[in-house]
């Protein structure tokens, strides 16, 4: 008995244990099987992958080996994984409806900001024709920290675990980055679990519950349009750009600075004169030096930083290495607006005031954003505020990258900036698509992965007759896909005739359209504002208020958001013959409401 007893509490045991590797998506003989295609990493020949594994685009995402890197598993490989909107692509495996499936991986980075990291990870279901069925998602991840001098003692776990939803034949897992850190992705693994081992895993994951469609919706924009527009202008003093000036990506960087400045100042007073007529009000993003009358007391911004990674032997973003040893407010005359009014806006900004445009920030030291380190951020952040609030300008919401340099932003850099408060940014890197947040191809403001709180909008690039032509398509393309679009252009570039004549042309248009009903025209910061808002506003279904033919349909509109949603417009899946809301009557045609933040309306709708 005593013999039996044993091998009965050994067997248990052992139950036990192989529960408990099955609920941590480990390894266990014949219940939890490798499940993922070349696990091992074996490499393709001439792709530079893994056979069978996929990736967003090439740049950035590439099989390590030979020594290259870092290994976790021993085999000598692992996958690098560089860019926010990259990604890495398990192969296809095979899976069964109702049964539960986990991930399993190892991720590390070795960020040159120093900065940890995020990944999450994204649960592909395919039928077995292919078709897409449901994306599960986890929550982000942390990815840990690798440096010389402090080695971490292990790599950072990534796990979920989701149920096959019905007609799922296929699953690919993706691995998604929060920032430009660089991420190496190892000892990958997916198996079956069980119910509990997916609770576990999957604690923090998020899966799309399924769900009615509510016969009521909300309209994306306010009164009924059916697309934005935002103006907005870089605008920079002498000391922005100007005299920082990079050989690449500044079509007047061979121009003389000194008259640059003078019409970038000339810019605010061409541009106002042309949105007046209209009533329009756009974005200004200034820099630092924008807001002041002067520096004759030699105040000494953000310590007078040196940039070492302003240079050209290293970035090669610059035409020779001068920055890179020269403190970057070196040049500052110390004068005022009247002796040196290149240099200093701040006489400017009561103008702008009095006609409510918007005044954002394009950096108080028009720094590269991918290349600054989260610190430096954080000194230039504190820097615009301190010199805004002097003018009476409230903090930042919307920030506008300088050089469009957002491609390199570490996670902790994106911390700094939702830390101040930046709840929107544009001048986003274009054409390289492994760091693209938007794009004029796509354009709707969205989501920066892993700092979803701020919005990352799109932009066109309006300087000429040629490009005038181009912007007009491109908000009837917005109009027509009901998205936003960003038309700017540095206050420099609407002084000539030919720009002003096409700058008015675009902004007539767009101010047609908004008077035709098809086109809200507001500040950038607004719009993502607006946009971000709308997302905390839920419809709930509260029945129907009596069981007679024809009753209505109850509903609730309740506003989760911080923000007043005044014009907000319903849209009905099938036509109203009567609406009500709290009582009062609304046009079934056009029903729109004002929602202020955290209020909640009691609608009635009767069907036609």
């Not at 920079?236 to 920082?244: D, K, Y």
């Not at 960087?253 to 000339?266: F, H, K, L």
């Not at 009358?293 to 001068?322: E, V």
Request: net charge negative; hydrophobic share 40%.
């Amino acid at each position: 008995m005593i013999v039996l007893a044993a091998a009965l509490a050994a067997v248990a045991g052992l139950l036990a244990l192989a529960r408990g590797r099955q609920a941590a998506c480990a390894y266990v003989p014949l219940l939890a099987e490798e499940l993922l295609p070349n696990a091992d990493l074996a490499a393709a020949d001439g792709s530079g992958m893994p056979a069978g594994w996929g990736r967003g685009v090439p740049a950035g995402v590439e099989l390590q080996g030979n020594r290259r890197g870092f290994d976790y598993d021993g085999n000598g490989r692992a996958l690098q994984l560089i860019g926010i909107a990259n990604y890495v692509q398990s192969p296809p495996l095979g899976v069964r409806p109702g049964a539960s499936y986990c991930f399993a991986g190892r991720a590390l980075t070795d960020s040159d900001k120093r900065s940890a990291t995020k990944l999450r990870l994204a649960f592909d279901w395919r039928d077995a024709a292919d078709h897409a069925l449901r994306e599960d998602t986890t929550a982000w991840q942390p990815v840990v920290l690798w440096r010389a001098d402090a080695p971490p003692a292990d790599w950072s776990a990534i796990r979920g675990a989701f149920v096959a939803p019905a007609g799922a034949a296929t699953l690919r897992v993706r691995l998604e980055p929060a920032s430009d850190d660089r991420v190496y992705l190892d000892a990958m693994h997916v198996r079956r679990t069980t119910d509990a081992g997916r609770q576990a895993i999957g604690q923090a994951a998020t899966s799309p519950a399924a769900s009615r469609p509510s016969p009521v919706a909300i309209q994306p924009w306010p009164n009924g349009a059916r697309a934005a527009t935002s103006f907005s202008f870089d605008w920079e003093t002498a000391m922005g750009g100007l005299i920082h000036s990079r050989s690449i990506d500044d079509p007047n960087a061979d121009q003389d600075w000194q008259v640059r400045a003078m019409r970038m100042r000339e810019g605010v007073t061409t541009t106002l004169d042309l949105f007046r007529p209209y009533g329009i009000r756009a974005t200004y993003y200034a820099n630092g030096y924008n807001f002041l009358l002067g520096n004759a007391g030699r105040r000494q911004f953000m310590g007078n930083p040196t940039f070492s990674w302003a240079d050209h032997t290293t970035s090669g973003k610059w035409p020779n290495d001068a920055w890179a040893t020269t403190p970057w407010f070196a040049d500052d005359p110390y004068g005022t607006a009247q002796s040196d009014p290149g240099w200093y806006f701040g006489d400017l900004i009561p103008a702008l005031q009095r006609e409510r445009q918007d005044i954002q920030s394009h950096t108080f030291s028009h720094l590269d954003g991918g290349l600054a380190r989260p610190q430096e951020w954080r000194d230039d952040l504190r820097a615009w505020r301190e010199v805004a609030a002097e003018r009476g300008v409230p903090p930042a919401t919307s920030l506008a990258f300088p050089w469009s340099s957002s491609a390199g932003m570490s996670y902790a850099s994106w911390d700094e900036l939702a830390a101040a408060g930046i709840t929107s940014v544009t001048r986003t890197k274009p054409n390289q698509p492994q760091y693209q947040l938007a794009s004029e191809a796509d354009p709707r403001c969205r989501p920066v992965p892993g700092h979803e709180r701020i919005l990352a909008c799109p932009d066109f690039y309006l300087h000429s007759q040629e490009t005038a032509a181009q912007a007009i398509a491109l908000i009837d393309r917005t109009i027509e896909v009901g998205g936003m679009i960003d038309l700017w252009a540095h206050t420099e570039e609407v002084t000539s005739p030919d720009q002003i004549a096409a700058w008015g042309q675009v902004v007539a248009y767009a101010a047609r359209q908004r008077d035709a009903g098809k086109l809200w025209v507001a500040p950038l910061a607004e719009i993502a504002g607006w946009q971000a808002a709308l997302a905390g506003v839920s419809i709930q279904e509260s029945g129907v208020a009596s069981r007679e033919p024809g009753a209505p349909l109850a509903l609730t509109v309740t506003n989760k958001s911080d923000r007043d949603l005044s014009g907000l417009t319903l849209s009905l899946s099938s036509a109203a013959a009567k609406i009500v809301v709290n009582g009062t009557m609304l046009n079934p045609q056009s029903p729109r409401i004002n929602l202020a933040a955290g209020q909640t309306l009691e609608v009635q709708v009767w069907p036609a």
